[in-house]
């Protein structure tokens, strides 16, 4: 799989080239329209790999968040739906499993890499975008998506590509089989994010609460919480087994074990975080303190994580 492929992006994460001392919630910021950024993150040649879990499920790799596939008699679901750009590429894929229309699109959240394709799919009049009612007030305006190196500028989307139908807390299909849950338990990634359980194919797609391609980004600017994705995710196991598939927002698909293992480290990092907080320590000495050290090898630079995490967490822990 060509995970690498989405490293700009994974999670809405960045190469952290600014200096340290440059961080911090009084920096400036260094806007850059969405339609600039992609043209020098993305390569147009870019495939799109697809993982078929079993018969009429699977999903697609390509440019953007994770697309999971639900395909029966009652038709089509697709949990995100990445950019406009990618859709020939992706339509092509899904017909290979003999698939044609979408029915349904579930938005995980508002942010661009998993929710642009609305503004193609959108077009469709048959199609219904479903998404929790935060994220359509996300998308009716104009977003400044802050990933400290660069900030991302979100426009509104048209009337077209905004969610058709919302939800507050939890909402339920019943497609092609099985029951489908939707929940969200408050802000986490975003204010407005959605966990997808498919109850009889026993899997569960988090969005970017869960990002399996390296330490996730908690939009800490726009209500996102380090708290909050703790929350999300362990509300997530308590409705899951052991056997569960776990698809992540971005990133190889994983298992329950697997999103138990990324709870533990979120909240052992929590913890060296508050310490460090209530001890006074600035953004730059918890930088250098290490407190990620034990996962950077694996899941890559911290800088961006401990960034957007110290800036939820003070606004919790400081007057």
């Known amino acids: 799989m060509h995970y690498k492929n989405i490293a700009v ?3 809405l994460s960045v ?3 600014a200096p340290v001392a440059a961080h911090g919630p009084d920096r400036p910021l260094n806007i850059v329209p969405v339609d600039v950024m992609l043209t020098g993150a993305f390569d147009p040649s870019n495939p799109v790999e697809t993982e078929v879990l079993e018969g009429g499920f699977y999903i697609l790799f390509g440019v953007g ?6 395909s029966g008699e009652d038709g089509v679901l697709i949990v995100d739906d990445q950019f406009p750009f990618m859709w020939k590429k992706l339509e092509k894929a899904m017909r290979k499993q003999g698939d044609r229309q979408v029915d349904f699109i579930i938005n995980t959240h508002w942010h661009f890499d998993h929710a642009d394709g609305n503004l193609e799919l959108g077009k469709n009049k048959d199609t219904w975008i479903v998404s929790q009612a935060n994220s359509r007030t996300m998308m009716q305006q104009d977003q400044v998506v802050d990933l400290v190196a660069v900030a991302i500028e979100q426009p509104a ?4 590509a905004l969610p058709d ?3 507050d807390t939890t909402m339920q299909f019943h497609l092609n089989g099985e029951r489908i849950d939707l ?3 408050g802000p986490a990634h975003t204010t407005g994010d959605t966990a997808i359980i498919f109850r009889g194919r026993n899997a569960v797609h988090l969005g970017d609460v869960y990002n399996n391609a390296g330490y996730p980004f908690i939009d800490a600017g726009n209500g996102g919480s380090l708290d909050g994705v703790i929350a999300f995710c362990e509300a997530v196991l308590n409705e899951i087994d052991d056997d569960t598939t776990v698809v992540p927002g971005h990133g190889p698909v994983a298992t329950t074990a697997d999103l138990q293992n990324y709870v533990h480290m979120l909240k052992t990092v929590r913890g060296e975080l508050v310490a460090l907080i209530k001890a006074g320590k600035t953004l730059e000495e918890i930088v250098a303190a290490g ?3 034990t996962w950077d090898e694996k899941m890559g630079d911290p800088v961006q994580f401990i960034e957007r995490s110290y800036t939820s967490l003070t606004k919790r822990y400081l007057p």
Do not use: E, K
Request: hydrophobic share 50%; proline share 4%; aromatic share 8%.
């Open 9 to 11: 992006v994974a999670g």
């Open 15 to 17: 190469a952290l080239s």
């Open 65 to 70: 968040g994770n697309i999971l596939v639900s």
């Open 157 to 160: 989307y048209p009337a077209h």
């Open 165 to 167: 139908i919302t939800y």
């Open 183 to 185: 929940l969200h338990t």
């Open 291 to 293: 407190v990620t050290a």
